[in-house]
């Protein structure tokens, strides 16, 4: 599957963002998709992720409260809602694809990743 994240920007704090995850090559609703992010100078790190049928979420709780994963899979395509920014949200937001069924949060759990869009939160 190849994923196509886009939809970053640069907004200020207290805004909201919504990054969106296009698949092709296979179907969406055989993976469970995850969003990791990551800032300059530092290592990738989970934000959250959703089952197949989307009946479960997962998230870091840094993000908790304030971001929403959700997905379309008659459209092939993940969503990350996030509201309340912060600047210490500032980083390429990337999306990956797992051919397992459990919700995962270690990056080598997921098998298919995006290029990543840039998100700037300024204060």
């Known amino acids: 599957v190849q994923l196509q994240a886009s939809g970053g920007g640069s907004v200020q704090a207290g805004d909201s963002l919504r990054v969106s995850c296009a698949a092709s090559?296979?179907?969406?609703?055989?993976?469970?998709m995850g969003w990791f992010r990551q800032a300059p100078g530092k290592e990738r790190e989970f934000v959250g992720a959703i089952t197949r049928t989307g009946g479960t979420t997962w998230y870091a709780d840094s993000v908790k409260g304030r971001f929403t994963i959700s997905r379309d899979n008659a459209k092939n395509t993940v969503y990350l809602q996030m509201n309340s920014l912060k600047p210490e949200d500032t980083a390429v937001y990337y999306c990956?694809?797992?051919?397992?069924?459990?919700?995962?949060?270690?990056?080598?759990?997921?098998?298919?990743w995006g290029q990543g869009t840039q998100v700037t939160v300024s204060s």
């Open positions: 990956a694809a797992d051919r397992n069924y459990g919700l995962a949060k270690r990056a080598q759990e997921y098998e298919f």
């Open positions: 090559g296979r179907t969406l609703s055989n993976y469970v």
